[in-house]
Antibody, heavy 124, light 109 residues
Framework: EVQLVESGGGLVQPGGSLRLSCAASGFTFRNYDMHWVRQATGKGLEWVSAIDTGGDTYYPGSVKGRFTISRDNAKNSLYLQMNSLRAGDTAVYYC??????????????????WGQGIRVTVSS | QSVLTQPPSMSAAPGQKVTISCSGGTSTVKNNYVSWYQQLPGTTPKLLIYDNNKRPSGIPDRFSGSKSGTSATLGITGLQPGDEADYYCGTWDSSVNSGVFGGGTKLTV
């Protein structure tokens, strides 16, 4: 059974930093691209970042230059380093695994496994 | 404002059919595959449709997906009270190499 367990969330002041972790189990982690998706309270889903099996990374404009996604295949773990945090980054952050092993640029964008989510609150 | 446009809310009676639209552009919906998710209150998103029209195992055939040009549609037939949820479409944006989601549709049954 695929399991994704996020950790590292909490309350941080504007301008501060936080590092999220996602522990993966139940599948061969190194064979899958991995993503982070967030959701502010009462709002929709927002894609945050992705890292492919080769280590190439992808970000939307809203977090590019502030967030860094990384992975440690030996530890079956995914990370999200978040710097220069803003109030608008307040959300529940989900670790998500794609349902296929197609290349990330192939256009097959879908997630069949999600973590339970971890809350990040940016506030003074 | 989301790159993919969905109606904010829809409602229908039990037993009826509803179609939820997801409008994008050439670099999103037209040139890539669309997925759909159901999010019940207080839960994580659940994959309903992938690759435009495929259902994961365990998803009933009351749920269907289609795509034409720059628009995609999620269809739900035989609506049940348990279908009351938020529904999101998602796809890849080839112009900026980013994932994108619709703003979500709140379905009331």
């Amino acid at each position: 059974e695929v399991q994704l367990v996020e950790s590292g969330g909490g309350l941080v002041q504007p301008g501060g930093s936080l590092r999220l972790s996602c522990a993966a189990s139940g599948f061969t982690f190194r064979n899958y691209d991995m993503h982070w998706v967030r959701q502010a309270t009462g709002k929709g889903l927002e894609w945050v970042s992705a890292i492919d099996t080769g280590g190439d990374t992808y970000y939307p404009g809203s977090v590019k230059g502030r967030f860094t996604i990384s992975r440690d295949n030996a530890k079956n773990s995914l990370y999200l380093q978040m710097n220069s945090l803003r109030a608008g980054d307040t959300a529940v952050y989900y670790c998500a695994r794609p349902g296929s092993r197609f290349d990330i640029l192939s256009g097959h964008f879908y997630f069949d496994s999600w973590g339970q989510g971890i809350r990040v609150t940016v506030s003074s | 404002q989301s790159v993919l446009t969905q109606p904010p809310s829809m409602s229908a009676a039990p037993g009826q059919k509803v179609t939820i639209s997801c409008s994008g552009g050439t670099s999103t919906v037209k040139n890539n595959y669309v997925s759909w998710y159901q999010q019940l209150p207080g839960t994580t998103p659940k994959l309903l449709i992938y690759d435009n029209n495929k259902r994961p195992s365990g998803i009933p055939d009351r749920f269907s997906g289609s795509k034409s040009g720059t628009s995609a549609t999620l269809g739900i037939t035989g609506l049940q009270p348990g279908d009351e949820a938020d529904y999101y479409c998602g796809t890849w944006d080839s112009s900026v190499n980013s994932g994108v989601f619709g703003g979500g549709t709140k379905l009331t049954v």
